[in-house]
């Protein structure tokens, strides 16, 4: 399967706006988590966070990932969502729903994505466990 497609499999939880903001609060902890292990500042929100947000969010309610250089986010049945739509840096960009077809499809871009599955599909499954998704 190829990384950006839609894996039926984890397709088990509804995207509402109850799930929305139990998945943005917490990506947003295991954001401030991952700093911490950094040595880093703790975050306020979840700026640069969005290759892990929007696999995160793909991998829990589906639907395809897509952006920029600068952006990505996901689309669920046609709807942009984006789960640092608020957050500082995209509040920043003139256009941050720009689809870049080539850029996206680069094999920088797809190893940068491939990397940060293992610490996503952790927080995968201490997420479905917290909310008891099947």
């Not at 706006?17 to 954001?31: D, G, I, M, S, Y």
């Not at 499809?105 to 917290?130: I, N, Y």
Request: aromatic share 12%; glycine share 6%.
């Amino acid at each position: 399967m190829r990384l950006f497609e839609i894996d039926k499999s984890w397709l088990s939880t509804e995207l509402t706006p109850e799930n929305f903001t139990r998945a943005k609060a917490f990506v947003l902890q295991k954001w401030k988590e991952r700093a911490i292990e950094r040595g880093s500042k703790e975050p306020v929100d979840l700026s640069y966070s969005c290759k892990f947000g929007t696999l995160f969010m793909k991998k829990v309610f589906g639907g395809i990932v897509k952006g920029n250089y600068d952006h990505q986010y996901n689309v669920i049945d046609g709807k942009i969502i984006d789960l640092s739509h608020d957050s500082a840096d995209v509040l920043k960009l003139a256009d941050p729903y720009h689809h870049h077809k080539k850029f996206f499809g680069s094999k920088d871009h797809r190893d940068s994505m491939e990397s940060c599955l293992p610490r996503v599909e952790q927080w995968v499954e201490e997420f479905t466990e917290a909310y008891k998704v099947p």
